[in-house]
């Protein structure tokens, strides 16, 4: 398939979700539509497959996407691809780092959706119980092989609004309603403890991802396990897939005096600078755990403490996911992520594809404990990780 032709296709399936949601399903059944696209092979292969295909055809939006989908596999790049309505809006929630929302988690288990109420939100203090299992939202039954990301959007909405939540009592097998009025719900990216048990008195911070509220969850965490007297800090960022490029910079420079956190070089090897900005530094000795999930944004800040020598890194090798997407929200709700540019650490090697080698690597968990935890502790009671910030 060639860059012109996969071009066409993106051009014409966007261009489907900007006018109406039945406008490719109608372009594609009017022959009269077809002539001088450019495209006969895709209205040719259609054809046959509406004719002949002996199953159920998708619906409109299922179509555009599939078109659009097919046409940036082409690329051969498994970043620059579309995110889709409700794995957008869920994506959007977590950057944001809050939703709207009656605060209950949904899990599925046996082909089933149930609801965890969270302490004192507006689902516990409406009468839902844990384990209670979803039936419908606002009237409208969940459609089958629904899965915990659709009924996590249909539950979600403007701060205020109102939601009606059906649900099955397994104890009673009572089918109960609650009217639910939406709240502003916090998903934070940081969490932080004082280790116990661990001497000297150590500070444990773990990033989930590089959202907005990020920065000033770190500054908050450091400055409350240094109130408890740690001496030093380990910072958990395995499973972090990443977020946003300026909450990186801003994490790097929690720990770093002065220099580079990245660069990014785009197709005509044009090279863009990411300086460390000056902030309050946090001085203890300092460890990054890591692992094959820890990716992106998330390899960015690993990568800039490493080669500033300001933490040893231990774990597993990381994603190497170093590429620079844009993303440009769509008008059905689905976002278009293009991949513009790669990343390089501080002493310019590339993370895409390559990813962080750690300088103490643990192989997978085995055993009781959190074995990558106690290899950074060993790491640092062993004096390896003890260079300041901006040294």
Same mark, same amino acid.
Do not use: C
């Given at each position: 398939?060639?860059?012109?032709?996969?071009?066409?296709?993106?051009?014409?399936?966007?261009?489907?979700?900007?006018?109406?949601?039945?406008? #490719? %399903?109608?372009?594609?059944?009017?022959?009269? @539509?077809? +002539? /001088?696209?450019? *495209?006969?092979?895709? $209205?040719?292969?259609?054809?046959?497959?509406?004719?002949?295909?002996?199953?159920?055809?998708?619906?409109?939006?299922?179509?555009?996407?599939?078109?659009?989908?097919?046409?940036?596999?082409?690329?051969?790049?498994?970043?620059?691809?579309?995110?889709?309505?409700?794995?957008?809006?869920?994506?959007?929630?977590?950057?944001?780092?809050?939703?709207?929302?009656?605060?209950?988690?949904?899990?599925?288990?046996?082909?089933?959706?149930?609801?965890?109420?969270?302490?004192?939100?507006?689902?516990?203090?409406?009468?839902?119980?844990?384990?209670?299992?979803? #039936? %419908?939202?606002?009237?409208?039954?969940?459609? @089958?092989? +629904? /899965?915990?990301? *659709?009924?996590?959007? $249909?539950?979600?909405?403007?701060?205020?609004?109102?939601?009606?939540?059906?649900?099955?009592?397994?104890?009673?097998?009572?089918?109960?309603?609650?009217?639910?009025?939406?709240?502003?719900?916090?998903?934070?990216?940081?969490?932080?403890?004082?280790?116990?048990?661990?001497?000297?008195?150590?500070?444990?911070?773990?990033?989930?991802?590089?959202?907005?509220?990020?920065?000033?969850?770190?500054?908050?965490?450091?400055?409350?396990?240094?109130?408890?007297?740690?001496?030093?800090?380990?910072?958990?960022?395995?499973?972090?897939?990443?977020?946003?490029?300026?909450?990186?910079?801003?994490?790097?420079?929690?720990?770093?005096?002065?220099?580079?956190?990245?660069?990014?070089?785009?197709?005509?090897?044009?090279?863009?600078?990411?300086?460390?900005?000056?902030?309050?530094?946090?001085?203890?000795?300092?460890?990054?755990?890591?692992?094959?999930?820890?990716?992106?944004?998330?390899?960015?800040?690993?990568?800039?403490?490493?080669?500033?020598?300001?933490?040893?890194?231990?774990?597993?090798?990381?994603?190497?996911?170093?590429?620079?997407?844009?993303?440009?929200?769509?008008?059905?709700?689905?976002?278009?992520?293009?991949?513009?540019?790669?990343?390089?650490?501080?002493?310019?090697?590339?993370?895409?594809?390559?990813?962080?080698?750690?300088?103490?690597?643990?192989?997978?968990?085995?055993?009781?404990?959190?074995?990558?935890?106690?290899?950074?502790?060993?790491?640092?009671?062993?004096?390896?990780?003890?260079?300041?910030?901006?040294?």
């Amino acid at each position: 398939m060639s860059r012109g032709w996969a071009a066409a296709l993106i051009a014409v399936t966007i261009a489907a979700t900007s006018f109406a949601a039945g406008f #490719l %399903a109608t372009f594609i059944r009017q022959p009269t @539509a077809r +002539a /001088d696209t450019g *495209l006969t092979l895709v $209205w040719e292969t259609w054809g046959y497959a509406e004719r002949y295909f002996y199953g159920e055809m998708p619906d409109d939006a299922d179509l555009v996407h599939g078109a659009i989908d097919g046409a940036l596999r082409s690329l051969e790049d498994p970043y620059t691809r579309l995110v889709r309505p409700v794995a957008n809006s869920l994506e959007q929630d977590r950057l944001r780092g809050a939703h709207g929302g009656i605060g209950a988690t949904v899990y599925e288990t046996e082909g089933y959706l149930y609801l965890l109420a969270l302490p004192d939100t507006p689902a516990g203090r409406a009468g839902i119980r844990d384990d209670d299992r979803l #039936l %419908a939202v606002d009237g409208v039954d969940l459609p @089958a092989g +629904a /899965d915990a990301d *659709l009924a996590k959007s $249909w539950l979600r909405g403007e701060v205020g609004t109102s939601v009606t939540v059906t649900v099955l009592r397994p104890s009673s097998r009572e089918t109960l309603e609650f009217t639910v009025e939406r709240a502003e719900i916090a998903e934070p990216s940081v969490e932080f403890r004082l280790l116990e048990g661990v001497s000297p008195p150590t500070g444990y911070v773990r990033v989930a991802v590089f959202g907005e509220r990020t920065p000033a969850e770190l500054q908050r965490a450091l400055a409350t396990v240094r109130a408890q007297e740690a001496e030093q800090v380990v910072l958990d960022l395995r499973g972090n897939p990443g977020g946003l490029l300026d909450t990186a910079v801003e994490v790097a420079s929690r720990f770093l005096r002065r220099g580079v956190v990245a660069y990014e070089v785009d197709a005509d090897e044009v090279e863009k600078r990411y300086g460390v900005r000056p902030r309050v530094v946090a001085t203890e000795p300092l460890v990054v755990l890591v692992d094959e999930a820890t990716a992106s944004a998330a390899e960015i800040v690993a990568g800039a403490l490493q080669d500033q020598g300001r933490a040893l890194l231990v774990g597993r090798p990381t994603r190497g996911k170093g590429s620079v997407q844009l993303a440009y929200q769509l008008s059905d709700g689905s976002s278009l992520h293009v991949t513009t540019s790669l990343w390089l650490t501080p002493d310019k090697n590339q993370i895409n594809q390559v990813g962080l080698q750690p300088d103490v690597i643990v192989e997978a968990d085995a055993g009781e404990g959190d074995v990558v935890l106690d290899a950074g502790l060993r790491a640092l009671a062993d004096g390896r990780s003890r260079k300041e910030a901006g040294q």
